[in-house]
């Protein structure tokens, strides 16, 4: 069973860091790759970084530069790093990966961003 279990979110001050983590189980992400998405109110959810099984990664353009993602395969994790924080980056930011056409997503971890 695919478990994906996200955390590092927080309340932060604009212009802040944060540090996501999403921890796989039942699926390695270098094998299947992982996604970031995050969904802020009033939106629907966007996809905010992906890191194919090779280690390439891949950002949509309106989140290029601020958002970095990473993997540890030894600890089956991702990462999505998140520089100068803003308050429009709040919401629920989920990880999220696929085998056999099959979506397998987290329970999210909330961000919140104030001046």
């Known amino acids: 069973q695919v478990q994906l279990v996200e955390s590092g979110g927080g309340l932060v001050q604009a212009g802040g860091s944060l540090r996501l983590s999403c921890a796989a189980s039942?699926?390695?992400?270098?094998?299947?790759?992982m996604n970031w998405y995050r969904q802020v109110p009033g939106n629907q959810r966007e996809l905010v970084a992906a890191?194919?099984?090779?280690?390439?990664?891949n950002y949509p353009d309106s989140m290029k530069g601020r958002f970095t993602i990473s993997g540890d395969r030894v600890k089956n994790t991702v990462y999505q790093q998140i520089h100068s924080l803003k308050p429009e980056d709040t919401g629920v930011y989920y990880c999220?990966?696929?085998?056999?056409?099959?979506?397998?997503w987290g329970q999210g971890t909330q961000v919140t961003v104030f001046d």
């Open positions: 999220h990966t696929a085998r056999n056409w099959k979506d397998n």
């Open positions: 890191i194919t099984g090779g280690g390439t990664t």
């Open positions: 039942g699926i390695q992400f270098a094998i299947n790759g």
